[in-house]
């Protein structure tokens, strides 16, 4: 079993220090220290919710990657447990790298992907079981893949496993010999002894690499979603999406859609809830990523709120879980609100708030019932000349979200157009100490990004080119 190690300290600072730093987050999972990044082995087992996430306690870089646990009773409040699973094996070396949890029995099983170098740099891959009865201590088993299958090569890997009609499936990222991006099917009877089903994707549509896979069902839609790495370099050469996903199809590049459009989120994993939700996390950041000005306070990235999955008209939607309502605090509601030009919202001054809007359902552009409304912008985190904003154009039916830092440059966050068949009448904003999550037109649309404001950047105001008669605006401070 491994035995809980407590990270040293980074750059000699303190415990205290990492939790004064004005961009640790107030409700998201983040690193006490060091750098966190895949979400892992998501489920609820024995009445709890649990979440493993990479983590690398020491340092802010992609190495030793831990399995880190929290586990919670309402997705609100989480209790750090002993770290699950260290990379100390010759078999995981070089990091415990991402994969998922699944209830045997009375155990919590952990299929993870054990990473190694070679002296000289060379990767090998095995796919591992590690097995707890209380939920806490992990004995590992070692490996039941030991190295990629024939035709695939080391990048071979973030085992999803479930159970179907008595019979376990994985789904497994791969990149053929070619150096083709797929998803594999494999299935087994035990846990241990795996056998290849089919290829998922085709081959060559998808990048060099497709990680972090998984496959639900909501209602009668079978879903995968992936991560597709490209070549090409950029903010979109790292993507988050899903397709389609019947097990007995080979399905091609032009059923992707992305989940976010923001620019930081990566490497998604599902759940499901005791009362049947499909529930989401993800990682808010990105591979390749440069450091976050958190390094200076020793921790680097964090998690994304929970998130609830539905499908409407054959889209993916997503919504912030039910139950953090509970996060709510004071409340500012306005209802019948009509702005024109400028409006400061000085009582709901925060660097932590959940902001709703509602208007009635736009037409040919225009918002329904009012003069003619072409933009709705909201400004956050607002302190001199920097913010955060997120601008609605009505007549592009588009989305922007950008940041103007304290030196005037200007960072685009995202950006994306709504799909021809939803209605744009509602956004729903959840803004931490250095993250924005937004969901737009009941969730078909959400960008998801990190911010760094200066400390004191906490006026919110809101911008109508035109006149905009709102429903309902509400803030609530959390």
């Not at 494999?186 to 972090?212: H, I, K, N, Q």
């Not at 990235?301 to 889209?315: A, F, I, K, N, Q």
Request: hydrophobic share 40%; aromatic share 10%; with cysteine.
């Amino acid at each position: 079993m491994n035995r809980h190690k407590q990270p040293e300290p980074i750059n000699g600072r303190t415990m205290t220090q990492y939790a004064s730093d004005p961009w640790r987050p107030a409700f998201h999972i983040a690193p006490r220290t060091g750098l966190l990044n895949d979400p892992n082995g998501l489920v609820y087992w024995d009445g709890a919710y649990h979440i493993f996430y990479q983590w690398n306690p020491h340092d802010c870089t992609h190495a030793n990657k831990n399995w880190a646990h929290a586990v919670s009773h309402d997705l609100v409040r989480w209790e750090e447990l002993p770290i699950a699973l260290t990379p100390e094996d010759t078999f995981d070396s070089h990091g415990c790298y991402s994969g998922s949890a699944v209830a045997d029995g009375q155990e919590l099983v952990l299929i993870y992907n054990g990473n190694v170098r070679d002296a000289d740099g060379t990767r090998q891959t095995y796919q591992c079981l590690a097995r707890s009865t209380d939920g806490v201590h992990f004995q590992k088993l070692g490996p039941v893949l030991s190295g990629p299958l024939p035709g695939y090569t080391a990048h071979f890997r973030d085992p999803k496993v479930w159970r179907d009609n008595g019979e376990w499936l994985m789904v497994l990222g791969a990149q053929t010999a070619a150096l083709e991006g797929t998803v594999l099917l494999l299935r087994s009877p035990d846990l241990v002894s795996w056998t290849l089903v089919r290829e998922l994707l085709a081959p060559g549509e998808f990048g060099y690499m497709c990680e972090c896979p998984d496959y639900f069902c909501i209602g009668e839609n079978d879903l995968l979603i992936f991560c597709e790495q490209r070549s090409e370099g950029g903010i979109d050469s790292n993507l988050a999406g899903y397709v389609p996903g019947v097990l007995s199809v080979t399905t091609r590049h032009t059923a992707f859609r992305r989940l976010d459009h923001g620019r930081d989120f990566y490497a998604p994993q599902t759940f499901e809830a005791p009362d049947g939700r499909r529930l989401m996390l993800a990682w808010m950041g990105l591979p390749e990523q440069g450091d976050a000005p958190s390094t200076a306070f020793g921790w680097m990235h964090c998690l994304t709120l929970p998130r609830e999955l539905s499908v409407v008209g054959g889209r993916l939607r997503q919504s912030p879980a039910r139950e953090l309502v509970a996060l709510r605090k004071s409340h500012l509601g306005s209802y019948g609100l009509a702005v024109s030009g400028t409006m400061d919202l000085v009582d709901a001054r925060s660097d932590t708030f959940e902001l709703g809007l509602a208007w009635p359902e736009p037409a040919s552009g225009v918002a329904k019932g009012t003069a003619s409304c072409r933009s709705f912008t909201i400004d956050m985190r607002v302190g001199g000349i920097e913010r955060t904003t997120l601008a609605l154009d009505f007549a592009a039916r588009s989305l922007r979200l950008e940041t103007v830092r304290p030196d005037g440059v200007i960072q685009d966050l995202g950006h994306a157009d709504f799909p021809a068949d939803v209605a744009v009448c509602d956004l729903r904003i959840f803004v931490d100490r250095s993250s924005v999550e937004v969901f737009a037109a009941g969730g078909a649309l959400v960008l998801s990004a990190r911010v760094f404001p200066s400390p004191g950047a906490e006026d919110l105001r809101i911008r109508a080119d035109g006149t905009l008669t709102l429903d309902r605006l509400d803030v609530w401070k959390i």
